[in-house]
């Protein structure tokens, strides 16, 4: 087992305060790392699954990639005892009565399965709701297996794990924040807390590192998806929901699953702009405002560069959106570029772009390097 350094953020340990009744986030310890910036490779929209565990007796691991926030009834008991919304082991014991304690090498362990391989850039353990029933300490290992490996295939001696987070304490009711710098692809997690105890939420940021052979065989596919390597550089607005939801898989289920920004008061309009999953030609655009209704997006267009440097050119010029409708249009010529920018008037939303084409000669040897270059 490899160790890369690790860089700890706002540092949050020991119990919180037993919770006294009205809101129980009132006291929850947070700090916004800079790595959120990037994908939830743990994303369950996307693929994620924690496959395995060796213990989850009193709330199940599957509660560790919910995307919403945990939520926490107190008056809320099973057959088991106090029920929680995480993952939660039972209470860890020694050998004898002369020997009660756990020793300091007892751990329980959960297997993440990430949605869509990666280099991850940071990870978020989330406490919460867990007062005096977290782990003392936690630590985060990660490896690269082709295929669908099983639990047993996972935890074979000859499986190479590289260390993300080394053990660290943790506090409880918090979100602890773990930058991780290993500039190599993961395709699954080792999740252990030190000896036992709860741990409400995983977060695992990162960018997406696609196979080539996978994208080569497809040959047309989506080159601004999330699952396929595309990013959202910047965007306009986020007051009511994040851009990077504009090219997750599949179509938007609810409102709050696109991109939606504040009223405009002014003669501006909102953008995003996204990196593609490397240099390609875009042969077609969908632009879908599913589920929003009286706040879609007016008009839209599309723009292609070709490189950092590259001047921005429209390949979809101006043109009006209908409420909660997918919006199909077949390029007069195919558009080469590394990136794309999609520009609502004045305001509102959208809820997905597709950007259908292939690599280009250059952005296929490109990828093909990277994905090498970083152990995949």
Do not use: C
Not at 117 to 134: L, M, S
Not at 323 to 332: A, E, G, K, M
Not at 365 to 375: D, F, K, N, P, T
């Amino acid at each position: 087992m490899t160790a890369q350094q690790n860089t700890s953020l706002a540092s949050f340990t020991g119990d919180a305060n037993p919770y006294g009744g009205g809101d129980p986030y009132a006291d929850y310890r947070t700090a916004d790392p800079p790595f959120t910036q990037y994908a939830n490779l743990a994303d369950r929209q996307l693929g994620a699954g924690v496959v395995a565990a060796n213990d989850e007796f009193f709330a199940q691991r599957e509660n560790l990639l919910v995307p919403e926030r945990a939520e926490f009834d107190p008056e809320y008991f099973g057959h088991k005892g106090k029920v929680m919304d995480g993952w939660e082991t039972r209470r860890r014991r020694g050998v004898s009565a002369e020997h009660p304690w756990p020793t300091e090498d007892d751990h329980d362990w959960a297997l993440i399965r990430l949605g869509a391989p990666g280099v991850i850039r940071g990870i978020v353990v989330d406490t919460a709701h867990f007062r005096g029933n977290y782990p003392q300490a936690v630590s985060v290992e990660g490896t690269s297996f082709a295929g669908s490996p099983s639990p047993e295939e996972l935890l074979a001696d000859d499986v190479k794990w590289t260390t993300l987070v080394p053990r660290t304490a943790v506090g409880g009711h918090a979100a602890n924040g773990f930058a991780v710098s290993a500039e190599q692809r993961f395709t699954h997690l080792r999740l252990k807390q030190h000896p036992d105890g709860g741990i409400a939420r995983l977060r695992v940021y990162g960018e997406v590192v696609p196979d080539p052979a996978w994208l080569a065989a497809l040959g047309t596919f989506d080159v601004v998806a999330l699952e396929n390597g595309g990013q959202v550089e910047d965007a306009s607005d986020l007051f009511y929901s994040p851009a990077t939801n504009t090219i997750q898989p599949g179509r938007s289920r609810k409102m709050d699953d696109g991109w939606e920004t504040r009223r405009r008061r002014d003669q501006g309009n909102d953008w995003i702009s996204y990196r593609l999953v490397d240099r390609v030609q875009i042969r077609a655009i969908e632009i879908d405002t599913a589920y929003l209704k009286g706040n879609s997006a007016g008009w839209a267009s599309v723009s292609v560069k070709d490189g950092e440097s590259g001047e921005w050119r429209e390949v979809l010029p101006r043109t009006r959106m209908q409420p909660d409708t997918n919006h199909r249009f077949v390029l007069p010529e195919a558009a080469v570029g590394t990136h794309a920018r999609v520009d609502i008037y004045p305001d509102g939303g959208i809820s997905r772009l597709r950007l259908f084409g292939s690599l280009t000669e250059d952005g296929a040897a490109h990828i093909a390097a990277r994905h090498q270059e970083l152990g995949g």
